[in-house]
């Protein structure tokens, strides 16, 4: 079976996958509809997150599900947030790895954590000031690997250390602190 033929009969699955979802009254028919959508949607993923785009304009017209209401858009958004980590964790497993790392480049940051806790303290009157600083530990240069660049734990720390303390330094002069 050609590519495009593949994909044409999972787009058909999903959308009945989401009509069977959204429309029968009867919620076991509705489960069964959103576990095919999950399942397909582990499958192609990119597929399915264009139903949640499609699905936008419905947005007022809610299911009761118990005593809960939720539009199809929120629903999709769920079934793909399960199938993008179902397929994670089975990736994970299969690599026998269970750390939930980012692509590289997208390491967490703890400085949008920082400046909004200085942001509510100056909001509520405090005199804050915040400040982060990013330390690179290994550089990639052309024929080098990252097994090539990196640096012995204790000469890393004394640079680390020495790089902050500079910056600590700089920042904290008089004539820094006179401008802020």
Do not use: N
């Not at 994970?92 to 909004?116: K, Y």
Request: aromatic content about 10%; some cysteine; overall charge neutral.
């Amino acid at each position: 079976m050609s590519d495009s033929r593949r994909d044409l009969l999972t787009f058909a699955g999903l959308a009945a996958a989401v009509a069977l979802l959204y429309f029968p009254d009867w919620l076991p028919l509705a489960a069964l509809g959103g576990l095919i959508f999950v399942t397909l949607a582990w499958y192609r993923l990119d597929l399915a997150l264009i139903f949640v785009l499609l699905s936008a304009p419905f947005y007022r017209f809610p299911r009761s599900v118990g005593p809960a209401q939720f539009t199809v858009s929120e629903m999709l958004i769920v079934a793909c947030f399960l199938a993008w980590l179902g397929s994670l964790a089975l990736r994970r497993l299969r690599a026998g790895e269970w750390g939930l790392d980012l692509p590289p480049g997208w390491r967490v940051s703890r400085s949008p954590a920082l400046f909004f806790l200085a942001a509510r303290a100056r909001a509520a009157g405090a005199d804050v000031k915040a400040a982060t600083i990013l330390t690179v530990s290994d550089v990639l240069g052309e024929g080098v690997t990252s097994e090539d660049s990196y640096l012995p734990l204790d000469e890393l720390e004394r640079r680390t250390a020495t790089t902050l303390e500079v910056a600590l330094v700089a920042a904290t002069s008089p004539a820094v602190t006179a401008g802020l």
